[in-house]
């Protein structure tokens, strides 16, 4: 009998296999500034053997003889993390590599790994000078620049470039720059010293390394500097002697309240100064009439040895020289002003005194008008102002001063009243003031001219000059014979002293119930711009203030001069006479206006933004024009005029953007004539720019004539073009700085050539026979241009011959003036003659029998003889009377859609 059964028999583990690293090699690379720790390095191993005998050991056995690393061993996983135990110093060689031997182990059993563990530097050191103080040897304070006076030298314990370093003086140790220190670290004099300024110099000089982040070491070098006999004396004080007149000499001056004596100092060290020599130039012309004495004690005496009337002469500026006792000695000149004092010996007289105020729009605030005119060769006296009889109550008069105030807001009008002066001693006189005020109009100040005169300010403008006129009154008479217009209709508003001996002056002329326009009246002035000088004996430096050509636009788009009003006026007060100015400034405005314009609401503008007395209307994207149906223009300007062959418009200057395109449209018969000048009007003096644009047609064919102000360049299209043909024809005139292209009719009647290639068509155009481009000579890259623009012939009863232009006229029309996206308005010129608005030659065309050739629905294009009606979408027809289905025209393979609207060509 047998029987079966199953024995399960347990093998167990021997511990017969040793351990070994799965990495054959180990490497790690640390910084010295990591902390005890961190990790290293993981590291694994394997063991054949199971259980107890595969639960490994991990640790250093060799290589760190100061113990700063140490293993966790991690048995289950069979791995090991290395960390480091204490802090690293890499500036210690022997902590800059170390070569570790590493050990696993199981119970009977290990293996060994050859691990290497770099230590980079990290930035922990700051540079070192040695010494961190330098005193140095006095320097003289003249010493020349580009002297080096010390060489620093930083160390750094770090490595690499964490031990390079650049040298810097501390900013606030030399604030003015004066010195400077190289890479190697000399310090040298970059500029010249001064020890009356500062006697002893402390500079800090910083070593910066190149470490992340970097450090910095600094020491300070002491610097004292030597004096050097380079400033002469000085009075003590600001003296401010006082003779009075009519006082028998020899009498002592006193130079101050206390004391007699003049006293002069010394910024040098006392061995160049003290004791000082005192005299009076021998070459002063009131030598006899003042006695200095030299105490010989570093002071003096001033005796004045006569009478002196004050009236005469009010002070005298006395060149008193001193001397020092420097090696060798300094000697300076400085001026000591006397005052003749005042004695009231002359009677004060009766004075008229005449006060003009322009009250802008009628508002303006309590003002100080001047001093009433009382004339007396005495001006110390203590005099009494009274107002004698009846005064409107708008005035206000400070009894101890004179002056007078007008309250806020005072109606228009001419006031006349008197003020009784008194002074206690002689008898009173009674003075008359006539105060005239205007209210000035927006309307007057923007269409005002301008003027910029030089070595002038606005007193000066207003007084008389002795026994000649103020050179006021001969502006206003320069204008009024200049513009055949009354003096009254004159009004200089505004006198600005803008910068130093510089004035602005600004008018308005009234004539015929409306303010004459700013370009016709800068036209005229330019054209007799010398005249004006030698009238006014007075340098001009502009006709029409422009500050566009000082300014700072050039990274802009364009440039225009803004006018800005303000609240408060100014006042400029002569004596005989007050004007109370309204405040204009003109600042410039860095941008291109035609382009950058916005519409905004019709009340953000100081004046209607619609031309020829059309609507404005607000609307959801800004304003907007209702115009009549005659005036085209988007603000209902009109947008043609003609020109009759000895005629001419004047138009306000182009401010081209310094990206500008110039166009406008023309037609004509005559084969001869100038569309357009833009440029001087006057000889030119050898300073002045001659900035100018000119546009010709010469035997039909368009010139375009420009200067950037260093030289003129001409474009002329070729000579078989012919534009005197009865038809509408455009010019472009495209500047980008320096180079100009001058394009006619678009170029659209350009030779089209067609290459059909793979699956498209190729095209090229020729454009030699409609275009033309060029380059401006020398360096000027933008046009500044100020004066009027002419339009369709120039002015030639001005003296000017225009030495540009072969043509002075032109016969035909012109229409669509743009410059930089904005539309001329050509209904109104400042200033014309044998010129028409409208172009009777094409717009009769759109007339037949009293009504629009293309009725109500349809827009006439005017030609000489013929037009065409543009119809609106849904109508066709010669008059567009007739209703139209959509329609599509078929050319080849490529598809033209031209569906629910006819140009129709009569």
Request: hydrophobic letters at 35%; proline letters at 5%; glycine letters at 6%.
């Amino acid at each position: 009998m047998t029987g079966t059964g199953t024995a399960t028999i347990q093998i167990k583990d021997v511990n017969d296999h040793a351990p070994w690293f799965t990495d054959h090699s180990c490497v790690a690379k640390i910084s010295e500034n990591m902390e005890p720790n961190a990790e290293v390095l993981q590291l694994a191993a394997e063991d054949r053997d199971t259980g107890e005998n595969a639960q490994l050991t991990f640790s250093v056995v060799s290589g760190d003889q100061e113990q700063k690393f140490y293993m966790v061993s991690h048995k289950q996983e069979q791995r090991g993390t290395l960390r480091l135990k204490k802090r690293l110093d890499y500036e210690r060689h022997s902590e800059q590599r170390f070569n570790l031997t590493l050990k696993v182990e199981d119970l009977d059993f290990s293996s060994l790994l050859h691990c290497v563990v770099e230590v980079e530097d990290f930035n922990d050191h700051t540079p070192v000078f040695i010494p961190h103080f330098l005193s140095l040897a006095p320097l003289p304070e003249d010493v020349a620049v580009g002297t080096s006076v010390a060489r620093l030298v930083a160390s750094d314990s770090d490595s690499g470039q964490n031990s390079e370093f650049t040298y810097s003086l501390l900013e606030e140790s030399d604030p003015e720059g004066l010195f400077s220190i190289d890479k190697s670290g000399v310090l040298s004099v970059t500029q010249p010293l001064d020890r009356e300024r500062t006697p002893q110099h402390h500079l800090v000089v910083i070593a910066t390394d190149h470490g992340v982040p970097p450090l910095t070491g600094s020491a300070t070098v002491q610097l004292p500097l030597l004096d050097v006999n380079d400033n002469g004396p000085e009075f003590e004080a600001a003296y401010l002697p006082v003779v009075f007149e009519n006082v028998v000499g020899p009498q002592v001056v006193k130079l101050n309240q206390t004391s007699t004596l003049l006293h002069a100092v010394d910024r040098d060290s006392p061995e160049n100064g003290p004791p000082f020599h005192f005299t009076i130039s021998s070459e002063y012309r009131h030598i006899n009439d003042f006695y200095l004495q030299d105490n010989l004690n570093g002071t003096a005496s001033l005796t004045a040895l006569r009478t002196f009337d004050r009236e005469r002469q009010k002070e005298f500026l006395i060149p008193i020289v001193m001397s020092d006792s420097g090696r060798p000695s300094r000697t300076v000149t400085s001026t000591l002003t006397v005052t003749i004092g005042d004695q009231n010996d002359h009677a004060h007289a009766a004075g008229e005194k005449n006060i003009f105020i322009n009250s802008h729009r009628g508002r303006m605030p309590t003002t100080v008008l001047g001093k009433v005119f009382s004339p007396d060769p005495d001006d110390w006296d203590n005099k009494t102002y009274v107002f004698e009889g009846h005064v409107p109550s708008y005035f206000i008069l400070n009894k101890r001063t004179g002056f007078l105030i007008i309250k806020e807001n005072a109606p228009p009008g001419t006031y006349h009243f008197q003020v009784r002066v008194s002074d206690g001693i002689w008898p009173d006189a009674v003075s008359t003031v006539a105060v005239h005020v205007r209210e000035l109009r927006d309307e007057a100040i923007y269409n005002s001219g301008s003027l910029r005169l030089a070595d002038i300010t606005a007193k000066e403008f207003i007084e008389l000059r002795g026994k000649h006129r103020s050179r006021y009154d001969l502006l206003v008479d320069f204008l009024s014979e200049m513009l055949s217009v009354p003096p009254d209709g004159i009004n200089v508003f505004s006198l600005m002293d803008v910068r130093e001996r510089m004035l602005d002056v600004r008018f308005a002329v009234h004539a015929a119930e409306s303010f004459l326009r700013a370009e016709r009246m800068h036209g005229y002035l330019a054209a007799h711009k010398q005249k004006l000088q030698s009238f006014l004996q007075v340098s001009v430096l502009q006709v029409r203030v422009d500050e566009c050509p000082g300014s700072e636009c050039a990274g802009s788009g364009g440039c225009t001069s803004e006018l800005k009003v303000r609240d408060t006026p100014t006042v400029v007060d002569c004596g005989t006479m007050s004007l109370v100015s309204v405040t204009v400034e003109s600042t410039a405005v860095c941008s291109c206006t035609g382009r950058d314009q916005s519409h905004q609401s019709c009340a953000a503008y100081p004046r209607n933004p619609c031309f020829n007395g059309s609507v404005c209307v607000d609307t959801q994207h800004g304003y907007r024009c209702q115009c009549p149906a005659q005036l085209e223009g988007p603000e209902c300007q009109q947008n043609r005029r003609s020109f009759h062959g000895n005629g001419y418009a004047w138009f306000p200057p182009m401010t081209p953007c310094f990206e500008s395109h110039v166009s406008l449209e023309f037609i004509t018969d005559v084969a001869d004539g100038l569309l357009l000048y833009s440029g001087p009007l006057a000889q030119l003096q050898a300073w002045d720019h001659e900035d100018f644009m000119a546009l010709e047609l010469v035997d039909g064919t368009p010139t375009l004539k420009i200067n950037h102000g260093s030289g003129t360049v001409v474009l002329q299209l070729p000579s078989n073009v012919n534009v005197a043909d009865r038809r509408w024809h455009r010019l472009d005139v495209r500047s980008n700085s320096k180079e100009v292209r001058f394009t006619l009719d678009r170029c659209s009647g350009a030779a089209v050539m067609e290459m059909e290639g793979l699956g498209t068509w190729l095209t090229t155009e020729d454009h030699s026979t409609c275009e033309v481009t060029g380059v401006t000579p020398n360096t000027d890259r933008h046009l500044n241009m100020s004066q009027v623009l002419q339009l369709g012939g120039v002015n030639e009863d001005i003296p000017y011959i225009y030495p540009q232009l072969q043509h002075k006229h032109f016969t035909g029309c012109i229409r669509n003036l743009v410059v930089d996206s904005k539309l001329y308005d050509l209904g109104s010129p400042a200033d014309s003659q044998s010129s028409s608005p409208g172009c009777p030659a094409t717009d009769s065309s759109c007339v037949n029998m009293g009504f629009p050739s293309c009725g109500r629905r349809g827009r006439c294009h005017g030609e000489w003889g013929s037009f065409s009606c543009q119809c609106v979408p849904g109508y066709t027809g010669h008059g567009c009377e007739e209703g139209e289905l959509a329609s599509c025209f078929y050319l080849n393979t490529r598809v033209s859609h031209l569906c629910r609207g006819f140009t129709w060509i009569l």
